[in-house]
Antibody, heavy 123, light 111 residues
Framework: EVQLVQSGAEVKKPGESLKISCKGS????????VAWVRQMPGKGLEWMGI????????KYSPSFQGQVTISADKSINTAYLQWSSLKASDTAMYYCAREWGVCSGGSCYSDFWGQGTLVTVSS | QSVLTQPPSVSGAPGQRVTIPCTGSSSNIGAGYHVHWYQQLPGTAPKLLIY???NRPSGVPDRFSGSKSGTSASLAISGLRADDESDYYCQSYDSSLSGYVFGTGTKVTVL
């Protein structure tokens, strides 16, 4: 059974750093892209970027380039999303998802999703 | 704001058919990139509903169908049921952004 299990909710202060995780199981982790998606409170889904765990090839949405870092550790089947200096506007639910298809060619979609990690940034 | 536009809400009575349009442009849907649809029930993670414009994953009822024409796509829900009340999002690739984008999202209400 394919599963993506994300790390637990976080409460942080502005300016702090954070790294959340997404552990895949039930499939060959290194062979599928992993996407990160943001959902701010009461708002829609926003595509942040994707990573190919085998070689850590990463693509970012222009809106998130330079704001976050996506990484992966293929030895433990885990993808990460990190911030070096959080802002209140980073408060959101963050989802990871397994991508099926040729993501580099514009032909993939999210077939399995993690349960989400709620990040709250408040002073 | 997203480059894929959806109406904020649509509604219908039980048993009726509703459609949700997703309007794009020549750099995404109109360029031939596939459209995918996701259902997000309240308080839960999104779930894949339609992939590759018209295909249903295993387990998705055939009451849900997708179509695409020109720079737009649509999701149709027939035989509307109370448990179809949810948010629905389209998704495609945009060549000008060199990345994937979601639609603005549509809330379906069953009257």
């Amino acid at each position: 059974e394919v599963q993506l299990v994300q790390s637990g909710a976080e409460v942080k202060k502005p300016g702090e750093s954070l790294k959340i995780s997404c552990k895949g199981s039930g499939y060959y982790f290194i062979s599928y892209w992993v996407a990160w998606v943001r959902q701010m409170p009461g708002k829609g889904l926003e595509w942040m970027g994707i990573i190919y765990p085998d070689d850590s090839n990463t693509k970012y949405s222009p809106s998130f380039q330079g704001q976050v870092t996506i990484s992966a550790d293929k030895s433990i089947n885990t993808a990460y999303l990190q911030w070096s200096s959080l802002k209140a506007s980073d408060t959101a639910m963050y989802y990871c998802a397994r991508e099926w298809g040729v993501c580099s060619g514009g032909s993939c979609y999210s077939d399995f999703w993690g349960q989400g990690t709620l990040v709250t940034v408040s002073s | 704001q997203s480059v894929l536009t959806q109406p904020p809400s649509v509604s219908g009575a039980p048993g009726q058919r509703v459609t949700i349009p997703c309007t794009g442009s020549s750099s995404n849907i109109g360029a031939g990139y596939h459209v995918h649809w996701y259902q997000q029930l309240p308080g839960t993670a999104p779930k894949l509903l339609i992939y590759g414009n018209t295909n249903r994953p295993s387990g998705v009822p055939d009451r849900f169908s997708g179509s695409k024409s020109g720079t737009s796509a649509s999701l149709a829900i027939s035989g509307l049921r109370a448990d179809d009340e949810s948010d629905y999002y389209c998704q495609s690739y945009d060549s000008s952004l060199s990345g994937y984008v979601f639609g603005t999202g549509t809330k379906v209400t069953v009257l």
